[in-house]
């Protein structure tokens, strides 16, 4: 069993919150657009595993640590995260032919800012968009989101609202 905190978007803003809300995460997983590699190396420094990949706004030194697109598996769940991915019934092109001829059972993307969890009955999976954490841009409302991954198994999702 593993907890993971998840969060997405967060352009270079730190939040004291991030620490509090994964303290009891095993894992931190972050969905794209960590905006400096500074940022990044405080995830790393909460001293649990961080898995990340970069956005469209991280430059050459975030990308130069962070795939484009992150696939592993653990505690038997699949996973396939992404910054730019879309949803379901309108992923990216880019992400389209690997979810529809290998899907993982948990798919995540950040990018769009508006958080998102869904069931895809075409993929037979989860799709989950953790909103933004980040100050910048349109959202209202900066969310990040806990859930557990046992046994081939998601379960315990958390949404959790960061007010100002």
Known sequence: MRKIGLLS????????KYEKYFADCDEIWHAGDIGTIELALKFEALGKPFRAVYGNIDDSKVRAVYPETLRFTLEGVDVLMTHIGGYPGKYERRVQSILLMNPPKLFIAGHSHILKVM???????????????????????????RFVLDSGNITDLEVIELND
């Open 9 to 16: 978007d967060t352009h270079n803003w730190w939040d004291e």
């Open 119 to 145: 069931f895809d009955k075409k993929i037979n999976g989860l799709f989950i968009n953790p909103g933004a954490a980040g100050k910048y841009g349109f959202h209202k409302v900066r969310t990040l989101v």
